[in-house]
């Protein structure tokens, strides 16, 4: 294994590690040497991820939490003192948002969507990187979204808001925290194809095609896109990089595009009712 890359013995915690990002993440942080703590509402999920971890010979912890609750997350990291006694990465990755037109959204629901995309992101970013302080060196990397940069509409207001603060999250976190040893970096993955995004698809067959209009690279993101990133930054091979906004997006930012303004939404209806 190229030493650049070499991850044995460290221990990487990564949320969301059921299914999509999140086992991606896993599975090449484990090929590369780590140990990881899996962390998902969905243990099933979770233990699946585990037993792929356990036969490349890695150790794992699985934590069947709710990201949304610093209490929970404070009682993980507990677990995560006892099983490892350190943490050299967090690949900070589950949440929910919710799709609702600005003038529909109840603030119950924005509330919720920031206290999971937000509050939760940063409790999980605050334990990791106390411990990662402790030992003067550590790796943080978040997911954020186009919608951390750019206007998606569609309904993804409540999205969107949590996303841009994840952003500023991190700028922030890499400012208070790199010359500490603590490197945060955000990587914003255009549609990555997963369960609910393969929902949404199905009920609207026109959906696929207007994402890949503003993807150059002509496809949707896949899981294992993210594998080679959360390598290189979970790695000493990225060790002078922080505070960076990554695109994983096929070039959509590039290209400036992927929203959805609301004449075309009416001009999509008005075909569908034409259609019929």
Excluded at 245 to 274: V, Y
């Amino acid at each position: 294994m190229n030493k650049m890359f070499d991850l044995t013995e460290r221990v990487a915690v990564v949320s969301g590690a059921a299914q999509g990002l999140g086992r991606a993440t896993a599975l090449a942080l484990a090929q590369h040497g780590a140990h990881t703590v899996l962390v998902d509402r969905n243990r099933e999920g979770a233990e699946s991820t585990a037993a792929e971890v356990h036969s490349l010979g890695r150790e794992t912890l699985v934590a069947n939490i709710d990201v949304s609750n610093p209490d929970s997350i404070a009682e993980l990291f507990r677990q995560v003192d006892a099983r490892f006694g350190r943490v050299d990465f967090l690949g900070n990755i589950a949440g929910d948002g919710h799709l609702a037109k600005p003038e529909d959204l109840t603030i119950a629901d924005l509330h919720r969507v920031l206290q999971n995309l937000v509050v939760g992101r940063f409790a999980m970013c605050q334990e990791a990187g106390r411990r990662m302080l402790a030992h003067g060196r550590g790796s943080i990397m978040n997911i954020g979204s186009l919608a951390s940069s750019t206007a998606l509409g569609r309904g993804h207001i409540a999205y969107s808001m949590a996303m841009g603060a994840v952003i500023q999250m991190t700028r922030e976190l890499s400012t208070e925290w790199s010359f500490r040893g603590v490197r945060v970096n955000c990587v914003t993955p255009a549609q990555v194809v997963n369960p609910s995004l393969e929902a949404r698809m199905a009920a609207d067959p026109t959906l696929e095609g207007r994402f890949l209009h503003g993807i150059p690279a002509g496809r949707l993101g896949q899981p294992n896109d993210i594998m080679g990133l959360a390598v290189f930054l979970a790695s000493d091979s990225s060790q002078w990089i922080t505070g960076a906004i990554i695109p994983m997006d096929g070039g959509n930012m590039a290209m400036n595009a992927g929203g959805t303004p609301g004449h075309e939404q009416r001009a999509i209806q008005s075909f569908r009712a034409e259609s019929k």
